[in-house]
Each structure stands twice: as C-alpha cells, then as structure tokens.
C-alpha cells in the first residue's frame, strides 16, 4: 500500500499521553452502531503493529483509511514526544491526501491549547507543492511574456530602458543580459510593480508641453480640469491591459498567488485549503493572461500594418501626374482595407503583390473585391 508520514513533536509544559490524546479524539463512540447507517459512528479498529505502533481505521467521505500512529517519549521526559502519523491507501493520492488533512485537522482543533505541535517531516506539503509547480511556472512565464508583449514590439532594443519607468529598481547586467535575460531577474513582487503600481506621464521632459502652458492662460476651466485628469497617476494596467484583460479584482489575485507561492518557495506549512486555493485561483488566471497577450500582439500587428499602408498611400501620393488614375484607385483600396482589418498580414500582402504584379499600373482588382466582402 502507498502511504503519506508526517512526523510532529508534541510537547507542553504538563506531563502528555498522546496515545490516549488520540484515542479520545477518534474513538469517543466505541459502541455498536444502532443501525449499520448510523453517520455518527466510525467504524474503529485498533491495530496493533508492534508495541510502540497502534492504528484505526479512519474513514473520510465514505472511504476507508488505514490510519497508524507511533509516539516516542524524549529523553524519558513525559512533556515531550515524537509522534508519527501515517496514512495508507491504495489509489487516488489526491483524495487520500484530502482525508489525512482532515484528520489532522481534527487533531489540531481537539488539541486546543492542551499542548503545542511542531511538524518536523510533511509528506503532505511535498505532495502538494509537487502538484503546483508546474503551474507556478507557466502562471511566472505567461506574466513575463505579457509585459514583453507591450514593450518589446513598441520599443525594441531599448525595451529595459522603457521598462525601468515602472520599475523602481535597476536592472543589472551588460547590454545583451538586459534585453535578453531582464525579466528572469525579477520576482513576482517586481512584476506586479511593474504592472499596478500608479505612475505619472509627466516629467521634466513633457511638463510644458502637457499642460500647454505657453497657453494656458487662455485655457477654459473645463480645459484645464480636463487636462488635469488626464494626466493623473495611473498604472500600467489600467492604461494598457485592462482593455484586453477581463480579470476581476487582478491585482488582488496576483498578490494571493504570489503569498501561497512564497509558503512553497520557503518550504513551510501547505495545506489543503493553500492547495485548492491556488489550485483555484492559477486555473482561473492563466488562461486570461495568455489570452491578454495575444490579443496585444494582435493590437500591435493590426497598427503596423496601418502605419504601412499610409506609408504606402503618401509614396503613392508623389507619383507623377499620368497616374492619378492609378493613385485614386490605390488609395480607395487602402482606406477600405484600413477601416476593415480582419487579417492584416494577409491584406498587406495581397496589396503589395498586386501592386508589383501589374505591369501596366493597374490595381489588382481582388483587393477591391475582398473589400467589398467584408463590408457584405
């Protein structure tokens, strides 16, 4: 049979019997059932092992559990005791993990302030922070990959520049490990600085030209209060996810995650309350940050594209005179497919291969005729 071990001290500052302790605990009805349904009544067999190890039957949502128990006095001291617990089972770890959480649950709750309980061996943290980490690593890459969705296509080799705006702290490392390895050294108290902390646009740089104060005497007070609220503190998140993330309460959630984290990080206590939590909240949160991401990158295709076909429209605006014609056509063309982009890529592409496949100058008459699609 598989088997979870978690091993405690008990210890107080009056003498202790912690098999008695337990027996209270979870054999209070050692009489028959009245009849074989009756709930309140385990079923309770005393197992003995050897001399030091006893054990019972312990049953959880109507599975039954072999339970055995094993307590060493210190030092021949009565006040102090090393108690092994185990649980066996034959298959589904996970719900025999949720039934020996409970029954060390009841443990804690009977044992009030009778004695204290250090736990020096848990199998049951291990298990379930084995079970988490995979997810805590894909929820910290799918944070790295959305804030490099905004900066990098924006912002290229200066990225780490632009990022240190949201970010009090520097970042170290030469120039090839800052655009490469930046985010790696950052934890996940920085990225959820870099994301929600509140920041102004304005600086020494922007100050003058932000409030127009070349005119601002001449400003309404209705203009001025506009400006005003414009440019209040605001974070990254309001300003550029939050229209293409719908995650309630993100901020919260992420520094939820990133406290049930830090207990598996620091390898302390985890329960099966942490475990369903985080269990919870990982499975909500990364299928959205993901879905963020590509939906920013779609933002930043979909603008690109728009720069090109205006760059397009303006060197077909210098053509010579014999192609006005031509030039009308183009244009048309382009702004229809500017106002009705559904896959930019492959718009961009029909129209640059129909302009070069024309020898005679004329428009490929497709492109007209996908826009005239779209607007059916």
Known sequence: MKQFENIYYFFGSEKLDPDQFIKDVFMKNTETPKTE???????KIIINVDSRQKGFIYNYNKIDYEFLYSCHKVKFDETVYRVTMTLK?????????????KLINDIKRAKEDKFNMILIKDSLSIYYTKRLYSKLALYERSIRALITAIFIPAYKDTWTEKLKDSLDKDIKGNKRERLELALEELDLSDFESILFDQRLNINVENYYMVFELQKIEFLTKEELISIILENKPISLWDKQISKYATIENAE????????????IAHNKTFTDRNYRNLKEELNYIIPKINEAEMKILKSHDRETIIQTIKHISELASSLQLPHIETINKMNNSMKQLQKNIIN?????????KGILKNEHG???????EETDDEND
């Open 37 to 43: 349904t009756d709930p309140k009544v385990f079923q």
């Open 252 to 263: 919260k959630r992420m520094q939820k995650i990133r406290d049930l984290r830090n207990k």
């Open 344 to 352: 930019p890529a492959e718009r961009i592409q029909n129209l640059l």
């Open 362 to 368: 004329e428009i490929d008459e497709s492109i007209n």
């Open 89 to 101: 089972y034959t298959n589904n770890k996970e719900r025999a993990a949720y039934a020996f959480s």
